[in-house]
């Protein structure tokens, strides 16, 4: 199960908005999936959005477990989500850092929605209906923004909080790529 290149910012691939998938089960949807979790786990991501490895459709996958580096980072169920609705259902937005594994070695303060419903399906077609809040909220909006062409740094609204991870984090864990 090949890891693909993931493409990088500067890409315009990452630059559009992604087409609906139309058709559920089908076995180019399994392996699309089954590239994209290869290619997040042996990257160490959160998340990964298919248009990230030249994909046209709209697939997200994430989940965080638990990690003894990032001890204070809330677990996310892994999920697979296709076709993403988003709904805020706050006001309030909360700055927090980001990276992106088609931003290589940066970090950014991106602010986000604190809680939201987001709707969609798994890749059998089977509906998603979840309301969330603090950092699955945050992977969430990261990840179904790639679907839109935006990439976090577009969001940035403080560029002091942008910088190189190694710098920023200087030995210690940065918070993990999307
Ligand atoms: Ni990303």
Known sequence: MPIKPVLRMGDPRLLEV????????TPLLE??????QDT???????????PQIGVDLQVVIFGVKRNPRYPEAEEVPYTVLLNPIITPL????????????SVPGMRGMVPRFTRLRYQGSDQYGKAIDRS????????VQH??????GVLYPMRITDFRMFGFADVL??????????
């Open 18 to 25: 992604a087409r609906k998938v139309e058709e559920f089960g």
């Open 31 to 36: 392996a699309l999936i089954r590239d994209m």
């Open 40 to 50: 997040m786990e042996a990257l160490d991501g959160a998340g990964l959005a298919a």
């Open 90 to 101: 706050t006001k309030r937005m909360e700055q927090g850092w980001e990276g992106c594994l």
């Open 132 to 139: 969330v809040e603090g950092f699955h909220a945050r992977v």
């Open 143 to 148: 990840e179904c923004d790639h679907l839109q």
């Open 169 to 178: 984090f200087s030995g210690q864990a940065a918070p993990m790529d999307e």
